[in-house]
């Protein structure tokens, strides 16, 4: 009697030992397709890194960061929407009877009469010159100074200049701004480094005047120089002071700074003390 098979139990058959004409048929064709994949795939990976080639050629390579970049990185006023919102806090404080519209705001470095560097945020109205401290570190508004346009007597623009035997020194040029032509400041006022009483101020540029196309408009000294004399001679016209009525006098001359010995100064400018500045942590 023939044996049953288990109906549950199938042979494996390996068809690649068949030898037969349609065997030979089929391998033959799948080598052809396998050949032909390959070789698409060749072609395709091939334009895929030429395509990348030509756009890596046509797209300029990142330059990588100067020693000057790593620098302008410390001023807390270039990190993003800092000075945007130092000039939403500014703006708070305008009175519109006293300032007037606003006209243009810049950042500038203020130089005091002993040649300490201070960050300021400048700003032209209509009425008034608003020379403000912001603290860009923790987004606070500290206080403004304002002086009207038409007391601005005198707006000096050129190079700064020092005693003979100062140690302190400063390269490039400058703007001061004096204010009341009736008052000189006293002596004790020049010899007090703390002294609100000068009647004047002076503006060099911002350390970050090279930083962003943004920053270069805002922190120009020449073109500050430029639209407060327009500022100064419109408010002079719209609102004459008796004794000033002939405007203000704007002139070419020379910044001089009565520093003698300058040693403060040296040591604040050096290392940016007048600026909201990172500088470092220390850990364990």
Not at 13 to 37: H, R
Not at 192 to 214: C, G
Request: charged share 25%; proline share 5%.
């Amino acid at each position: 009697m023939a044996a049953i098979q288990d109906p549950g139990h199938f042979q494996a058959v390996d068809l690649s030992s068949e030898t037969g004409p349609g065997a030979q048929q089929t391998a033959g064709l799948e080598k052809t397709m396998l050949t032909d994949d390959r070789e698409g795939a060749a072609r395709e990976t091939e334009d895929r890194l030429g395509h990348q080639a030509e756009k890596d050629q046509a797209s300029p390579a990142p330059s990588s960061p100067t020693p000057l970049d790593y620098k302008l990185r410390k001023f807390f006023v270039l990190r993003p929407g800092t000075f945007d919102q130092a000039l939403a806090d500014i703006k708070a404080q305008i009175n519109q009877q006293e300032d007037g519209t606003l006209q243009s705001t810049w950042l500038l470095t203020e130089i005091d009469h002993w040649n300490n560097e201070k960050e300021r945020v400048v700003l032209i109205c209509e009425k008034t010159l608003l020379i403000c401290k912001y603290d860009f570190m923790v987004l606070t508004y500290q206080y403004c100074r304002r002086v009207p346009l038409n007391y601005i007597d005198r707006i000096y623009y050129g190079e700064f200049s020092f005693p003979e035997r100062s140690i302190s020194r400063r390269e490039g040029k400058g703007v001061r701004i004096h204010w009341d032509k009736l008052r000189e400041a006293s002596f004790l006022s020049r010899w007090n480094p703390w002294s609100t009483e000068i009647p004047y101020t002076t503006f060099a540029e911002h350390p970050a005047v090279n930083a962003t196309e943004r920053f270069t408009s805002l922190c120009q000294l020449e073109n500050f120089k430029i639209q407060l004399s327009q500022a100064v001679q419109k408010a002079y016209q719209v609102d004459p002071v008796p004794g000033r009525a002939n405007g203000a006098l704007i002139l070419n001359h020379p910044i001089a700074i009565d520093s003698y010995m300058g040693v403060m100064s040296v040591i604040s400018n050096q290392n940016r003390l007048g600026y909201s500045l990172a500088r470092g942590s220390v850990g364990f």
